[in-house]
C-alpha cells in the first residue's frame, strides 16, 4: 500500500463521502517540503455535529471521522450519557510535527504531518456538560468512563492507530485517530 492515496482512491472516497451526504471542500495537492504533504484531502463542513480545530485531512481520515462520530460517539452519547452530542472539540488535524512522547520515534514525521490524523479532545452535550478526555478518562463518574471507554473502542475498529492517555503522558488529553491501517490501539 502507497503512503499516499492514488487518485483513483481519491474518488472513491470522495463518492463515498457524498452518498453519506457529508459536507466537504476538496483540497488542492501540496507538497510543503520535510515531509510534510496534503494528498487528497478535504476540509470537513458538515458530517452533522460541528466539530472544532479541524484542518485539512485526508479523504479515507475525513470518512472514518464523520462515520465515528456519526455512528459511534453520537449514539454512545445518547445511550451512555442520556444526552445529544452537540459539538467534538478537537486539536486540530494537518499540522506539519513529528511524532511527540515516544523516544523510539524521534525524529519522525507523525501523521498530523500528512494530514492523516486528528487529535479529539472532548465532547460537549445538549444537557451543557462537556466530556474530555483529560478529565474523564479517570472520572469519578462511572458513565463518562463508560462513554469514553465505548468510542475508544469504536475508534479502534475504524482506525489504524488511535493513542489514549493509556499510551503515554503526551496523550494524556486527547485521543489521536490515525488512518495508517497499524492496528495498534491503546
Known amino acids: 500500500m502507497s503512503a499516499f492515496p ?26 510543503f517540503g520535510g515531509g510534510c504533504t496534503i ?40 445511550q451512555i450519557l442520556g444526552s445529544d452530542l ?10 506539519c510535527r513529528n511524532v511527540i512522547g515516544n523516544p523510539a520515534s524521534a525524529g519522525r514525521r507523525s501523521g498530523h504531518a500528512i494530514a492523516n490524523a486528528v487529535d479529539v479532545a472532548g465532547f460537549v452535550l445538549a444537557d451543557g456538560r ?19 471507554a465505548a468510542i475508544h473502542r469504536s475508534a479502534c475498529r475504524r482506525f489504524g492507530t488511535v493513542l489514549s492517555p493509556d499510551y503515554n503522558a503526551a496523550h494524556r488529553d486527547h485521543l489521536h485517530l490515525e488512518d495508517d491501517h497499524a492496528g495498534f490501539c491503546r
Open 39 to 78: 494528498v487528497g484531502a478535504v476540509q470537513l463542513t458538515n458530517i452533522g455535529v460541528p466539530v472544532t480545530g479541524l484542518k485539512a485531512m485526508r479523504c479515507g481520515q475525513a470518512l472514518a471521522f464523520s462515520g465515528w462520530a456519526r455512528n459511534a460517539v453520537a449514539p454512545a452519547a445518547r
Open 130 to 148: 462537556r466530556v474530555t478526555i483529560e478529565a474523564g478518562w479517570q472520572s469519578v463518574d462511572a458513565d463518562e468512563r463508560r462513554f469514553l
Open 6 to 31: 492514488s487518485s483513483r482512491e481519491t474518488s472513491a472516497c470522495l463518492a463515498e463521502l457524498n452518498r453519506d451526504r457529508i459536507g466537504y471542500i476538496p483540497l488542492p495537492d501540496q507538497n
Open 86 to 95: 452537540v459539538r467534538i472539540e478537537t486539536y486540530g488535524s494537518y499540522a
